[in-house]
């Protein structure tokens, strides 16, 4: 019997497209033009969908309930940033059920890549159907919800490289940089890529001394890991630019520039629910102005052509576009 999983996915693949018609969220949408020249190509490589809940439910177990963003506010961002790609990530509101990163993808077309979030009832026809929709890798989620037990990190992390060899994906990991330590020989060792969510956890006010950074920066000299360059004002308090990301992009960019790619993390969820409030209240998204975090992109990497690998030739590479 086809359970409602196996035939959003089946529905997904075949290219059946729901239409959602929830009213327009809060997300945020840039105001500040983009000041470089935008590489054909580019993509953004870190964003999240949130539809309609009744039609895609969110997981009992989350730990926060965001508003709403829908694919066309996503489309309407990458229209004002330029940016030709997309990928999708689920994030943890979701559990286990892609079904809202699917939704969004196929809203998307081929511009769109996803990464999505298994567990070990996720079988492999399911795998299947996800591959051909566009999904390239699984997310190791270790931060929200506060996994911080290597104990627990490195079974999870071998279990999930152990089910991608095959398919040629890769494991996405959103943790902090003494986990990265704690597993640094794994991914060493591993023979699929790793790839690091949002500065690998780095806090912008710590620098590049800072404990861990020189274990990430090792394996981004490796080339045995990608770090995105994204979600900036989850590193640094000094927004709306969060110039004290500065020398750890630069660093990162520095120790190999075929291993960095950037992303938004449109639409900003606020991960924390607020004290007082209970998880099922709505906790509003960050406004966050997109135009001058994709303006640091050029500060970070000065040279065009360095940008046009961080923003066309590395996800194309990494997401098979």
Not at 2 to 22: C, E, H, P
Not at 102 to 121: H, S, Y
Not at 217 to 222: C, E, I
Request: overall charge neutral; glycine content about 8%.
């Amino acid at each position: 019997m086809l359970t409602r999983r196996s035939m959003m996915l089946a529905s997904i693949a075949a290219g059946v497209m729901m239409n959602d018609r929830t009213a327009s969220a809060k997300a945020a949408q840039p105001a500040t033009p983009v000041n470089f020249d935008v590489p054909a190509g580019a993509c953004d490589c870190h964003t999240h969908i949130h539809p309609d809940p009744q039609k895609f439910p969110f997981f009992s177990g989350r730990v926060y309930t965001p508003e709403l963003a829908s694919p066309e506010e996503m489309s309407a961002l990458h229209k004002a940033l330029r940016m030709e790609r997309v990928v999708i990530v689920t994030p943890s509101i979701y559990g286990t059920d892609n079904s809202a990163t699917l939704f969004g993808m196929a809203a998307r077309g081929p511009t769109a890549r996803g990464v999505a979030v298994i567990d070990d009832k996720t079988s492999e026809s399911d795998l299947d159907l996800m591959g051909k929709a566009g999904i390239r890798g699984v997310r190791l989620n270790l931060a929200t919800g506060g996994v911080n037990d290597p104990n627990v990190a490195r079974p999870r992390f071998t279990t999930a490289v152990e089910r991608m060899k095959a398919r040629g994906w890769h494991v996405q990991i959103y943790t902090n940089l003494p986990m990265i330590s704690a597993v640094k020989d794994l991914i060493l060792a591993s023979p699929v890529p790793v790839v690091f969510d949002h500065f690998g956890g780095a806090q912008a006010a710590l620098g590049v001394e800072q404990p861990g950074f020189a274990d990430l920066v090792d394996l981004v000299k490796s080339g045995k890991a990608y770090v995105k360059i994204s979600g900036a004002y989850r590193s640094s308090k000094l927004g709306p630019d969060y110039a004290d990301c500065t020398p750890l992009a630069k660093a990162l960019i520095a120790a190999n520039p075929d291993r960095i790619i950037w992303g938004t993390d449109w639409p900003h969820p606020d991960s924390v629910t607020p004290a007082g409030k209970q998880v099922t209240d709505v906790t509003p998204l960050f406004q966050i102005e997109d135009g001058k975090l994709l303006n640091q992109l050029a500060v970070w990497a000065p040279d065009a052509a360095i940008r046009k690998k961080i923003l066309v030739d590395n996800p194309a590479q990494l997401y098979g576009f």
